[in-house]
C-alpha cells in the first residue's frame, strides 16, 4: 500500500489548460522590466533604536538598531535586531561581527583581522552581564554607541512604515505626484531630473542602487544624486518640455533623526496632452464668479483602474476603441489630478467622487487635496471590492462634523425597509443581487463657515451598474434616501444643531432620466404597476414614497450624456447617469458640458485626453 502511495504522489499531475491572459511584457511591451530605484540615506553619527512589540507574534518582538557604520570613505548601512530578553553585550558581539562582515565585502582578510584585534564597542554608561535589551531600551541614560573611535549618538524612535516612489508616468502639462501613504509624516519633497535621456524604458538590467546619494549639507537639508540635476521642493513636480525621455527623482525628507528615502521614476518623462476634454468646464469656471454665498459643486465617476482588465489583446478590452496605453493607471492617474487641481483651483469647494480605487487613497487623493487644502473623505465598497466613493471639500469653506458610510445590503433589514425586504421575499433572484451588491450611501455632514446657521448633509453613492436590473436600483434609491432622511431627522432632534439643514445627494446613479430611479428621486414615488418591476416576473411590484421630512430637486440637469462608449465600429452607451440632488438648495447656474467634438475625438471616451469613460457635472448652487 505504500508503494503505492509513493508511486501515486509521485507521478506528474495533468498540465493546467494554457491560459489565454498575456503577460505584462505582451500588454505593454518595452516595461516588463521596470524596476523602481529606491536609495536610502541615514542620518551621521546617529544609531536609530526602536522597540518592535507584537501580541499575536510574540517571537518577533525586540529592539531593532539601524545606523550608517562609516570607515575608509564608506558609508555601510548595519541593521540588526534582538529579542527583548537577550543579554546587551551578546548584543554587542553581534553587531561586531555584522560590521566586520560587511567590512569583508570590500576589504582583505588580513585587513579585517587587523580591524578585528582593535574594534572595540562600548556604551556610554556600564552594563553587566546580566543587562538585557529590554533594560537597555529603556534605560535613558544610554544616549551614545562608539566604536572605532566614532561615536553614535542613540536615537530611541521607530522609523514609520510608509509606502513611498515615483510609479506614475510623468508627463509634461500635468503634475508629477509621489505616492507617500503616512499617517505619522509629512515629508518634505526634492525634486531632481536627470542629466542623460534616456530613449527606452528603464531596463531593470541597467537598474542599479548603486547612484550615489549624499548630503550636500545635512544641516541644511540638501542633497546631491549622481547624474542627476536639482529642480525644485514641494509636494508635486510639473515636468518641462525640456525633460521628455529623462528621469525623475525624488527625495523624500521626514526630519534630522529618521533616514531619508530617494526614488527614481520606472518611466521617462513623455509629453502629455496639451488640451482636456474638461479644458472648456474649467474655462467656464474660471470666467464664471460664484454668487454671493454660493458653492460650487461637482459630481465625477473617475473609472476605477480594477475594472479595466488590461491582460487581454486590444480588441477584447472592455474599451477596445480607446489604445491600452491610455488605459493605464500610470497614465490616467496625472491627468485626474490635473483636472481636480485646475477644477479646484477655478472655485470648486464640494466634489462627488466614485470609481476610487482604495490602493490610492492614501498614496495620491489624500495628500494631493491636503496639499491644496482640502479635506478628502473616503468611503470604501462593501464585501471585497477595493474601490469607492469619496467626498472633498475645501477646508477654509466648511467644516467636518460628522462622516458615516451604509452598506445597502444591510440597510435591507432595517425596521424603515421592512417593505423593501416584503417585495424582495417575492423574489428569490432579485433579493440575491441587492443583498451581494456592494453599493455603498457615505454621507458626511459639513458646516458652512461663511454662512452661519447652516449645515449640509452631503450624500454620495453609485449604485448598480446593469441595465437588466432597474428595479435593483429603484429599491437602493428607496433605502438611500430613507437613510439620508433620518440622519436629517436625528440632526434636528438634536438641541445642538443649528436650524438651517441642507441636503446634497451626488453620484453616478446608473439610470437615465426616463428610468425609475430618476422618476422616484424627482418625483418622489413610485408605483406597483410602473414597467421596471416587469424585469423580474417573479418579484411583486411595489409603490414606494419619499420619506415626509425628505423632497429632493436635480440640480445638475439632465444633458444628453454623462457616459458615452459608442463609436461608429464599436457599440455602446450614451446616456446621463450622474446628477446632483438637493432640498433647501438651488441651482443658480450649470457649466456646460465638454464639446461633442471633443468627447468624438478618438471615438468615445476614455481616451488620450479623458481618464473616464464619464464626464463631470458642474454647478453652481445657492441657498434656498
Same mark, same amino acid.
Given at each position: 500500500?505504500?508503494?503505492?502511495?509513493?508511486?501515486?504522489?509521485?507521478?506528474?499531475?495533468?498540465?493546467?489548460?494554457?491560459?489565454?491572459?498575456?503577460?505584462?511584457?505582451?500588454?505593454?511591451?518595452?516595461?516588463?522590466?521596470?524596476?523602481?530605484?529606491?536609495?536610502?540615506?541615514?542620518?551621521?553619527?546617529?544609531?536609530?533604536?526602536?522597540?518592535?512589540?507584537?501580541?499575536?507574534?510574540?517571537?518577533?518582538?525586540?529592539?531593532?538598531?539601524?545606523?550608517?557604520?562609516?570607515?575608509?570613505?564608506?558609508?555601510?548601512?548595519?541593521?540588526?535586531?534582538?529579542?527583548?530578553?537577550?543579554?546587551?553585550?551578546?548584543?554587542?558581539?553581534?553587531?561586531?561581527?555584522?560590521?566586520?562582515?560587511?567590512?569583508?565585502?570590500?576589504?582583505?582578510?588580513?585587513?579585517?583581522?587587523?580591524?578585528?584585534?582593535?574594534?572595540?564597542?562600548?556604551?556610554?554608561?556600564?552594563?553587566?552581564?546580566?543587562?538585557?535589551?529590554?533594560?537597555?531600551?529603556?534605560?535613558?541614560?544610554?544616549?551614545?554607541?562608539?566604536?572605532?573611535?566614532?561615536?553614535?549618538?542613540?536615537?530611541?524612535?521607530?522609523?514609520?512604515?510608509?509606502?513611498?516612489?515615483?510609479?506614475?508616468?510623468?508627463?509634461?502639462?500635468?503634475?508629477?505626484?509621489?505616492? %507617500?501613504?503616512?499617517?505619522?509624516?509629512?515629508?518634505?519633497?526634492?525634486?531632481?531630473?536627470?542629466?542623460?535621456?534616456?530613449?527606452?524604458?528603464?531596463?531593470?538590467?541597467?537598474?542599479?542602487?548603486?547612484?550615489?546619494?549624499? %548630503?550636500?549639507?545635512?544641516?541644511?537639508?540638501?542633497?546631491?544624486?549622481?547624474?542627476?540635476?536639482?529642480?525644485?521642493?514641494?509636494?508635486?513636480?510639473?515636468?518641462?518640455?525640456?525633460?521628455?525621455?529623462?528621469?525623475?527623482?525624488?527625495?523624500?525628507?521626514?526630519?534630522?533623526?529618521?533616514?531619508?528615502?530617494?526614488?527614481?521614476?520606472?518611466?521617462?518623462?513623455?509629453?502629455?496632452?496639451?488640451?482636456?476634454?474638461?479644458?472648456?468646464?474649467?474655462?467656464?469656471?474660471?470666467?464664471?464668479?460664484?454668487?454671493?454665498?454660493?458653492?460650487?459643486?461637482?459630481?465625477?465617476?473617475?473609472?476605477?483602474?480594477?475594472?479595466?482588465?488590461?491582460?487581454?489583446?486590444?480588441?477584447?478590452?472592455?474599451?477596445?476603441?480607446?489604445?491600452?496605453?491610455?488605459?493605464?493607471?500610470?497614465?490616467?492617474?496625472?491627468?485626474?489630478?490635473?483636472? %481636480?487641481?485646475? %477644477?479646484?483651483?477655478?472655485?470648486?469647494?464640494?466634489?462627488?467622487?466614485?470609481?476610487?480605487?482604495?490602493?490610492?487613497?492614501?498614496?495620491?487623493?489624500?495628500?494631493?487635496?491636503?496639499?491644496?487644502?482640502?479635506?478628502?473623505?473616503?468611503?470604501?465598497?462593501?464585501?471585497?471590492?477595493?474601490?469607492?466613493?469619496?467626498?472633498?471639500?475645501?477646508?477654509?469653506?466648511?467644516?467636518?462634523?460628522?462622516?458615516?458610510?451604509?452598506?445597502?445590503?444591510?440597510?435591507?433589514?432595517?425596521?424603515?425597509?421592512?417593505?423593501?425586504?416584503?417585495?424582495?421575499?417575492?423574489?428569490?433572484?432579485?433579493?440575491?443581487?441587492?443583498?451581494?451588491?456592494?453599493?455603498?450611501?457615505?454621507?458626511?455632514?459639513?458646516?458652512?463657515?461663511?454662512?452661519?446657521?447652516?449645515?449640509?448633509?452631503?450624500?454620495?453613492?453609485?449604485?448598480?451598474?446593469?441595465?437588466?436590473?432597474?428595479?435593483?436600483?429603484?429599491?437602493?434609491?428607496?433605502?438611500?434616501?430613507?437613510?439620508?432622511?433620518?440622519?436629517?431627522?436625528?440632526?434636528?432632534?438634536?438641541?445642538?444643531?443649528?436650524?438651517?439643514?441642507?441636503?446634497?445627494?451626488?453620484?453616478?446613479?446608473?439610470?437615465?432620466?426616463?428610468?425609475?430611479?430618476?422618476?422616484?428621486?424627482?418625483?418622489?414615488?413610485?408605483?406597483?404597476?410602473?414597467?421596471?418591476?416587469?424585469?423580474?416576473?417573479?418579484?411583486?411590484?411595489?409603490?414606494?414614497?419619499?420619506?415626509?421630512?425628505?423632497?429632493?430637486?436635480?440640480?445638475?440637469?439632465?444633458?444628453?450624456?454623462?457616459?458615452?462608449?459608442?463609436?461608429?465600429?464599436?457599440?455602446?452607451?450614451?446616456?446621463?447617469?450622474?446628477?446632483?440632488?438637493?432640498?433647501?438648495?438651488?441651482?443658480?447656474?450649470?457649466?456646460?458640458?465638454?464639446?461633442?467634438?471633443?468627447?468624438?475625438?478618438?471615438?468615445?471616451?476614455?481616451?488620450?485626453?479623458?481618464?473616464?469613460?464619464?464626464?463631470?457635472?458642474?454647478?453652481?448652487?445657492?441657498?434656498?
Amino acid at each position: 500500500m505504500l508503494n503505492f502511495l509513493l508511486s501515486f504522489f509521485r507521478k506528474k499531475r495533468p498540465s493546467p489548460p494554457p491560459i489565454n491572459n498575456l503577460s505584462w511584457s505582451e500588454i505593454l511591451p518595452g516595461e516588463n522590466n521596470i524596476k523602481e530605484i529606491r536609495i536610502m540615506l541615514l542620518p551621521t553619527d546617529k544609531a536609530i533604536v526602536w522597540k518592535t512589540e507584537n501580541e499575536k507574534k510574540k517571537c518577533n518582538d525586540g529592539i531593532s538598531l539601524l545606523f550608517e557604520f562609516q570607515y575608509a570613505g564608506k558609508r555601510i548601512p548595519i541593521t540588526m535586531k534582538r529579542h527583548f530578553d537577550q543579554k546587551v553585550l551578546d548584543s554587542m558581539q553581534k553587531l561586531r561581527s555584522i560590521v566586520i562582515k560587511k567590512l569583508a565585502k570590500d576589504l582583505s582578510e588580513k585587513e579585517c583581522q587587523e580591524i578585528g584585534t582593535k574594534f572595540k564597542m562600548a556604551l556610554n554608561i556600564e552594563v553587566s552581564d546580566k543587562c538585557t535589551m529590554r533594560e537597555f531600551y529603556e534605560n535613558k541614560d544610554a544616549i551614545e554607541l562608539s566604536f572605532l573611535n566614532r561615536k553614535y549618538e542613540i536615537v530611541r524612535k521607530n522609523p514609520p512604515s510608509y509606502d513611498f516612489g515615483l510609479t506614475m508616468t510623468p508627463l509634461t502639462n500635468s503634475i508629477v505626484i509621489a505616492k %507617500f501613504a503616512s499617517s505619522e509624516l509629512s515629508p518634505k519633497y526634492h525634486w531632481f531630473v536627470s542629466n542623460k535621456k534616456y530613449r527606452e524604458f528603464w531596463k531593470r538590467k541597467n537598474a542599479k542602487n548603486d547612484i550615489e546619494f549624499k %548630503f550636500l549639507n545635512e544641516e541644511k537639508r540638501t542633497f546631491h544624486i549622481e547624474g542627476y540635476e536639482y529642480r525644485s521642493s514641494g509636494r508635486f513636480y510639473e515636468a518641462d518640455p525640456k525633460d521628455v525621455d529623462k528621469l525623475v527623482a525624488v527625495v523624500f525628507d521626514s526630519g534630522n533623526d529618521l533616514p531619508v528615502h530617494c526614488s527614481i521614476s520606472t518611466q521617462v518623462v513623455e509629453i502629455g496632452p496639451i488640451e482636456l476634454i474638461t479644458d472648456s468646464q474649467i474655462e467656464w469656471c474660471k470666467n464664471n464668479k460664484r454668487i454671493d454665498h454660493g458653492i460650487r459643486v461637482m459630481t465625477y465617476n473617475i473609472l476605477a483602474d480594477l475594472y479595466l482588465k488590461l491582460n487581454v489583446d486590444q480588441k477584447d478590452l472592455f474599451f477596445k476603441y480607446c489604445d491600452k496605453n491610455y488605459q493605464r493607471a500610470l497614465y490616467r492617474v496625472p491627468l485626474i489630478m490635473r483636472q %481636480f487641481k485646475e %477644477f479646484l483651483q477655478s472655485g470648486v469647494e464640494l466634489f462627488f467622487i466614485q470609481e476610487v480605487d482604495c490602493s490610492k487613497v492614501h498614496k495620491y487623493y489624500i495628500p494631493f487635496f491636503q496639499y491644496f487644502n482640502y479635506h478628502f473623505v473616503f468611503a470604501k465598497k462593501q464585501f471585497l471590492v477595493n474601490e469607492g466613493v469619496g467626498i472633498a471639500f475645501d477646508d477654509s469653506r466648511f467644516r467636518l462634523i460628522k462622516s458615516m458610510e451604509y452598506g445597502l445590503h444591510q440597510l435591507v433589514n432595517e425596521k424603515e425597509n421592512e417593505d423593501v425586504l416584503r417585495t424582495l421575499d417575492t423574489s428569490e433572484s432579485s433579493k440575491k443581487i441587492l443583498t451581494t451588491r456592494p453599493t455603498v450611501v457615505q454621507i458626511v455632514i459639513l458646516e458652512d463657515l461663511k454662512v452661519a446657521d447652516k449645515w449640509i448633509i452631503c450624500a454620495n453613492t453609485h449604485l448598480h451598474h446593469n441595465p437588466k436590473d432597474e428595479h435593483i436600483k429603484l429599491l437602493q434609491s428607496v433605502m438611500a434616501t430613507r437613510i439620508i432622511a433620518k440622519v436629517k431627522n436625528d440632526i434636528k432632534n438634536d438641541p445642538n444643531s443649528p436650524k438651517n439643514i441642507h441636503v446634497l445627494f451626488g453620484g453616478d446613479f446608473n439610470s437615465i432620466p426616463s428610468g425609475p430611479v430618476f422618476e422616484f428621486m424627482s418625483t418622489g414615488k413610485i408605483s406597483a404597476d410602473h414597467v421596471c418591476w416587469e424585469l423580474d416576473p417573479a418579484i411583486e411590484g411595489t409603490s414606494f414614497e419619499f420619506p415626509e421630512n425628505l423632497k429632493l430637486t436635480c440640480l445638475t440637469g439632465t444633458p444628453e450624456y454623462t457616459n458615452y462608449t459608442h463609436t461608429n465600429k464599436t457599440p455602446g452607451f450614451i446616456g446621463c447617469l450622474d446628477y446632483v440632488w438637493g432640498e433647501d438648495i438651488s441651482c443658480d447656474s450649470m457649466c456646460p458640458m465638454p464639446e461633442h467634438s471633443k468627447v468624438r475625438q478618438y471615438g468615445a471616451i476614455p481616451s488620450k485626453i479623458s481618464p473616464s469613460d464619464h464626464l463631470p457635472l458642474i454647478s453652481d448652487l445657492k441657498y434656498g
